[in-house]
Every structure is written in C-alpha cells, then in structure tokens.
C-alpha cells in the first residue's frame, strides 16, 4: 500500500522558514518524480514545485521560485520542501504526490501569519 506522510508545518511569521518532509513507503520511490501541492482554504490544488526521480531535475511555480527548493533522498525514501521567505498567501495544506496521481495522506499545515 502506498502511504506518504507529510510533516513539518506549522504556525510562522512572514518572512520565516520551514522544512516539510514526506516519507514514502508501498512503493519504489527511487523511480517516481515526485511533486509538492498545496491547497489554500477554500481553494482548489495548486501545484507547488516537481523533482525527477534522480533529484537533478526541478520546477516550481512561479508564485514560490527563489523562496522553496524541493529535494530528496532515495536512500532514505523522503521528498523535503525547503520554504524561506515565506508569505501569508504560502498559507495552505502541503501535500506530496507521486507524479500523475493525485495527492494520498493527509498533508501537513503550514499558517503563516503575524
């Protein structure tokens, strides 16, 4: 069974940082790319950043680049987020996804706020 378990979140203020983490399991996860998403209260998903399956190959959306830097270690089977300068509209749900396949574990929260 597939499982990836977000963690990491929290409460912070704008300009602060946090580091999310997913921990694969069910699956070979040295042979996915793997995506983060996010959803906004009252918002649908939006895709945040993508890394291939060897972890030299990245793309964000242009609302984070130069603030989040996705990253992974196969060996460990975890996807890591690294988000800096972050904003009151970074405020959201942070979920990680296999690529193609929409978001499965529960997410982790990430409030920014003053």
């Known amino acids: 069974e597939v499982q990836l378990v977000e963690s990491g979140g929290g409460l912070v203020q704008p300009g602060g940082s946090l580091r999310l983490s997913c921990a694969a399991t069910?699956?070979?996860?040295?042979?996915?790319?793997m995506n983060w998403v996010r959803q906004a209260p009252g918002k649908g998903f939006e895709w945040v950043s993508s890394?291939?399956?060897?972890?030299?190959?990245?793309s964000y959306a242009d609302s984070v680049k130069g603030r989040f830097t996705i990253s992974r270690d196969n060996a460990k089977n975890t996807l890591y987020l690294q988000m800096n300068i972050l904003k009151v509209e970074d405020t959201a749900v942070y979920y990680c996804?296999?690529?193609?396949?929409?978001?499965r574990g529960q997410g982790t929260q990430v409030t920014v706020s003053s």
């Open positions: 890394i291939n399956s060897g972890g030299d190959r990245t």
């Open positions: 996804a296999q690529n193609g396949v929409g978001p």
């Open positions: 069910g699956f070979t996860f040295s042979t996915y790319n």
